[in-house]
């Protein structure tokens, strides 16, 4: 059987819709019953990150060195980024909140998510996880992911203010929010979430636009987390770009032309 282009490895039906996993030119690629890949892996290479939005993602290291602590992540989808941490950073130790039991037996099974002692994935909604934990959690993570998307969109559960109440409450006074937004900076749901990040991380927030992509990784700092040297991150993006292979200076280019208004308040000339 063949679709989007390649053939269908992997069919099968939740209570959410349909799960599908293709293979195309070495490519193996997780879909939720459409066009659009959740996460992709290349069978020949799977440490290197493939979807240029989950790229993005990482460029979190352009300010923090190391995670040696906990971090969650809310979305596992094929798991690409939890691999990439957990392969990276051998003293982290990763929250997965996943929506479908399913997606994390073909995230297992398919596209080589570990069973590892540094990771605890949990089957739940990951806004409702956070809310309920904004008190019992309150400081505990270094870094939140948060790249909750079904078929059509951006999950309904984080598309509200009191969801990112509780991230900040949940989050070290130091630490980072990294979120894989939808919709392009002129669509209204992007401007309303943009609006809310600002009012609850006092501006202290970036975007970085996804080339040629309709995705915008959004980065909310924590009150505590310093004002960075742009010098300083010119000199870490190249270095982090031969370690990873990951286009960090391109990260950082952009970061600096689409923040022109807010930049101040987290990077300094």
């Not at 053939?7 to 459409?34: A, K, N, P, T």
């Not at 939808?182 to 975007?207: H, M, S, Y």
Request: hydrophobic share 45%.
């Amino acid at each position: 059987m063949y679709k989007y282009d390649g053939r269908v490895v992997y069919q099968s039906h939740d209570d959410e819709g349909i799960l599908e996993v293709v293979e195309v030119d070495g490519l193996r690629s997780l879909h939720f019953g459409s066009l659009p890949r959740q996460s992709t892996i290349k069978l020949t290479d799977p440490d290197q990150l493939q979807l240029p939005y989950v790229r993005a993602m990482a460029s979190w290291l352009l300010f923090k060195e190391s995670l040696d602590d906990e971090a969650l992540v809310v979305g596992l989808g094929g798991g690409s980024l939890t691999r990439h941490l957990l392969q990276n950073f051998p003293d982290c130790k990763l929250k997965v909140v996943e929506y479908r039991r399913d997606v994390v037996k073909v995230a297992r099974s398919h596209f080589d998510v570990p069973f590892d002692p540094r990771l605890k994935i949990i089957v739940d909604d990951g806004a409702r996880f956070i809310r309920q934990r904004s008190d019992s959690h309150a400081e505990r993570f270094s870094l939140l992911f948060i790249d909750a998307f079904d078929d059509v969109g951006m999950a309904e559960s984080i598309r509200n203010e009191a969801f990112f109440d509780a991230c900040k409450a949940i989050m070290k006074t130091d630490g980072m929010m990294v979120i894989n937004l939808w919709g392009g900076t002129n669509n209204p749901e992007f401007q309303q979430v943009a609006l809310w990040l600002g009012r609850i991380f006092d501006w202290k927030i970036l975007f970085l636009p996804v080339l040629d992509r309709g995705n915008i990784i959004g980065l909310a700092f924590n009150s505590k987390t310093p004002v960075y040297s742009l010098k300083a991150l010119r000199l870490r993006a190249a270095a982090l770009e031969q370690q990873y292979r990951i286009e960090f200076p391109l990260f950082l280019r952009d970061l600096v032309k689409h923040n022109t208004s807010i930049i101040n308040n987290t990077i300094k000339s």
